[in-house]
């Protein structure tokens, strides 16, 4: 954590990190052993994280927040799978958490909410059987609003192939809904 710290400028930003470092750190360390089931390697994909976040600091507005706690799940997933990549082990993707996915309106009608509320479980189904590479760049771009640089700074991979990911999750999602209909 103070490699972490030495990121920061102000006393504000160190404080805004530790406090995110205090509230997370263990439900990180818990998705990332999920993962790899291994504590030593979800410990180094729960530094790596804490890591990137150092980049993103911007993008937390409430620290205990649902859309913060999503942000760091998703770091976190990202950098379990990459370790498992390096470990050539393969395993099943990581659920996005439905509530990122869930839109409301208080002016629909109780029918017109239920139609609305039908299509987006099938589009989370869809996005679950996307490959993790898939789910996670989808997850950053329409959940947490990241641009194609952005996403690939927290990938750890070039702009062109986030905007590539990007390009074929989208595909891959629109052949699924066609294929529904």
Do not use: W
């Not at 490699?3 to 750190?25: G, I, W």
């Not at 976040?53 to 913060?68: A, I, K, Y």
């Not at 700074?153 to 629109?174: C, E, F, Q, Y």
């Amino acid at each position: 954590m103070t490699l972490c710290l030495m990121a920061f400028d102000t006393p504000a930003e160190k404080n805004l990190f530790t406090r995110l470092y205090e509230r997370y750190q263990y439900y990180m360390l818990y998705l990332a052993n999920g993962i790899l089931q291994n504590r030593t390697l979800a410990e180094d994909a729960v530094q790596d994280a804490f890591l990137t976040l150092t980049r993103f600091m911007d993008r937390v507005e409430d620290v205990d927040s649902t859309r913060t706690r999503n942000f760091l799940a998703t770091i976190t997933k990202s950098r379990a799978l990459d370790l498992l990549r390096k470990e050539k082990r393969y395993m099943e993707a990581v659920d996005i958490d439905e509530e990122g996915f869930r839109i409301e309106s208080k002016d629909e009608q109780p029918l017109e909410q239920l139609i609305r509320e039908s299509e987006y479980a099938k589009l989370r189904e869809c996005i679950r059987q996307l490959t993790p590479e898939h789910q996670t760049v989808l997850e950053l771009k329409y959940v947490h609003g990241l641009k194609e640089r952005e996403i690939a700074d927290v990938l750890g991979i070039s702009t062109k192939t986030a905007g590539m990911r990007i390009l074929r999750a989208r595909d891959k999602l629109r052949g699924m809904l066609k294929g529904e209909e």
